[in-house]
């Protein structure tokens, strides 16, 4: 899961729906597990899938028109509990980026902590880019972490969105928080013996 972040150009999977929230993204029956493998199988399960476990031909995921490593999703994606399941899942299945006019914080960090990026834009651009990709499933968004912004290739607008910088190290680099304590461990000792 830790793949370095550049530039992500792909087409995208529209789920233009709000308060989406982690019990829908993944299901409190599907938390037994304690590894991340396997999680994306049970991304929005219930809307996926009949109680039979066939697929539900009008879900945006069983549609063949889209595809693509971007999910654009609704206003305030991730909320309800803190499961960091729900991150895992969007990871899993193959997703690098979540756009939203609006996150809820826990998701949002989970996300991040996931190599999930999290891109927060206007409720006008995100209205845009659900129209773009519903007139052409085709249609690519670039996905600039080192700029910082999102570029809708079919109208040519962007959008600047805001990142943690810590974070954006990390997802640029391809490390974890444990990754980023034994990359600077000298330095940690150094400070310790000079401040004890």
Request: hydrophobic residues 35%; glycine residues 6%; proline residues 5%.
């Amino acid at each position: 899961m830790k793949q370095k972040f550049d530039i992500i150009t792909s087409t995208c999977v529209p789920l233009p729906l709000e308060n989406v929230d982690t019990d829908q993204i993944i299901p409190a029956r599907f938390l037994k597990a304690t590894d991340k493998e396997c999680f994306g199988d049970n991304l929005f399960r219930d809307w996926r899938y009949d109680k039979d476990g066939t697929p539900k031909p009008d879900f945006v995921l069983n549609d063949p028109r889209y595809g693509g490593v971007i999910l654009v999703a609704g206003k305030n994606f991730g909320s309800g509990s803190s499961r960091e399941h729900a991150a895992w899942a969007i990871a899993d299945y193959g997703f690098r980026v979540v756009i939203s006019s609006f996150f809820a914080d826990i998701h949002k960090n989970n996300e991040l902590n996931n190599f999930v990026l999290p891109v927060q834009v206007s409720e006008e651009f995100l209205q845009e880019l659900f129209e773009s990709i519903n007139n052409d499933p085709k249609v690519l968004v670039e996905v600039n972490l080192p700029n910082q912004t999102v570029t809708n290739k079919s109208t040519g607008h962007s959008e600047h969105f805001d990142i943690n910088s810590y974070k954006k190290h990390c997802l640029i680099n391809g490390i974890d928080d444990i990754d980023f304590l034994l990359d600077n461990k000298d330095m940690i000792e150094e400070w310790e013996k000079q401040n004890t």
